[in-house]
């Protein structure tokens, strides 16, 4: 302990001794021929610790230095933080990752993904949702659970984030840690780190589906998502707009190129029309007719819903009680149908093709 005592940790400016990394009292034992070994178990703040190796030299040669050099000397390493899971310990309780996708921005995704999330959870799954819009986030809001604050947890020897609860649905958002009056200042490498740690370094535990309301258009935040997780599949969301059309096209282009494989699970015409409460019987296009459906033929992949445009789903998210909670309103059918047929398109993927894998890293 003394020869250690001489050994400086350059993370604290402090010795080991005082700096408490050392976990436990040497071992030292005679072997049969005379000779001794000395073994150390040191502790550091992390595995990815950038002055672990300098350390453990500098702690080898005090011990030889100050109890002889013939002492054979054994650093043992250990870790008060336990580093991220990687790969398929990543969400390993999590049976199916469903991304909610639109090329375009303005077309109402967030509402379908919390309608979504919801609606399955009254169905009596499991659900967690994930809001990967770094510099846009709503789900705390259209949960009404702006003034919630996640804690962490300490879970197998590290600190989580407690993800929020409401209406059934496990949630995280960067909403949660910003203030909602301050834009989100920051580079892409900054908004993916912050996506990562929503996602490696929170408790989500068991769910049957992980939600991910993903960010409009094709970025770093989709490429961070489909490095870091095997997406079950796809979901993506488009008016019948010409315009949002062609952005959805990009959105089933950027899933379906040979290097990301993320089978897309079908389509959703949001504000497929609009129909006036003091005339429910009645369809006014809008923004065109069926061409949602017309885009799912041509793709070859399912129309999973037409969700009609009316005051009521507005209202409902901006009061922070989405519309899924009431089943009995025919916005509310809509959306507990869309997760019925989420379940059945998930099954038959699940059933007849191979899961996802991870993008590599290039």
Known sequence: ?????????AGTKKNLVESEMVADQPAVAQREDG??????????PRETDPFLKSTVKSAEAAIKYHCGKDVEVEIVTDFKSKPRPKGDELLSGVKNIIAVSSGKGGVGKSTVSANLAIALARLGYKVGLLDCDIFGPSMPKMFHVEDERPYAVEKDGRQLINPIEAYGVKMLSIGFFVSPDTATL????MATSALKQLIAD???????????????????????????LAITGAVIVSTP?????ADARKGID??????????ILGLIENMAWFTPAELPENKYYIFGKEGCKQLAEEMNVPLLAQIPLVQGICDSGDKGEPAALNSETATGLAFINLAQAV????NRRNKEQPATKIVGVK
């Open 1 to 9: 302990m003394d020869a250690l005592a001489t050994v400086t940790y």
């Open 343 to 346: 379940v059945t398109v998930v």
């Open 186 to 189: 920051w580079r892409g490498g």
């Open 202 to 228: 929170a408790d989500w535990g068991e769910l049957d589906y992980f939600i991910l309301d993903t960010p409009p258009g094709t970025s770093d935040i989709h490429l961070t998502l489909l490095q870091t």
């Open 35 to 44: 000779s001794w070994k000395v073994t150390v178990v040191l502790e550091f």
């Open 254 to 263: 950027m899933y379906r190129n040979e290097k990301v494989n993320v089978p």
């Open 241 to 245: 707009q010409q315009v949002a059309l």
